[in-house]
């Protein structure tokens, strides 16, 4: 039986739908460009969202065996960060969703350790005014250069 995505809306609930697309991490958001852009101008070159590793990283780096996850606040659940704060209503909703994020990351890293990858994560937070950027790049270069 196929399900084609015209009828998903027949088949699945509101409810379930959101559900779903919130499973779908998402690809190419601007913090994310700006990482990529900044690594391809020094020189690195990398892989995107490799599947065969645990948490699909969004960027690989084979040689440095290194791989970056460029995190959504909310999503990922940025200790102390303000961006990271739970609504007030359906509250134990959101943080049982919250909650099994960061244990699925935590597991990822876990496991990326094990292969032998160093993780390094970036936060959209640190990636959004011109000058938290420049700090935050010129930190990640300098993680790269010591690899
Ligand atoms: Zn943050």
């Not at 379930?16 to 460009?33: A, F, G, H």
């Not at 960027?59 to 659940?77: E, M, T």
């Not at 390094?120 to 959004?128: M, P, R, Y």
């Amino acid at each position: 039986l196929s399900i084609s995505t015209n009828n998903m809306a027949d088949v699945f609930s509101q409810r379930t739908r959101s559900w779903l697309m919130s499973r779908i991490r998402q690809r190419d958001t601007e913090p994310e460009i700006t990482a990529r852009k900044f690594l391809h101008l020094h020189g690195y070159r990398f892989r995107l969202h490799a599947r065969n590793l645990p948490g699909t990283p969004d960027i690989v780096l084979p040689r440095p065996r290194v791989v970056i996850f460029v995190n959504g606040c909310f999503w990922h659940h940025h200790a102390r960060c303000r961006r990271a704060s739970m609504p007030t209503s359906n509250r134990s909703f959101w943080e049982t969703k919250i909650g099994k994020n960061i244990a699925r990351d935590k597991q990822a890293r876990r496991r990326l350790h094990s292969l032998g990858w160093s993780v390094i994560t970036l936060w959209q937070c640190q990636l959004s005014s011109r000058e938290k950027r420049d700090a935050c790049l010129a930190r990640l270069i300098r993680r790269l250069e010591s690899k």
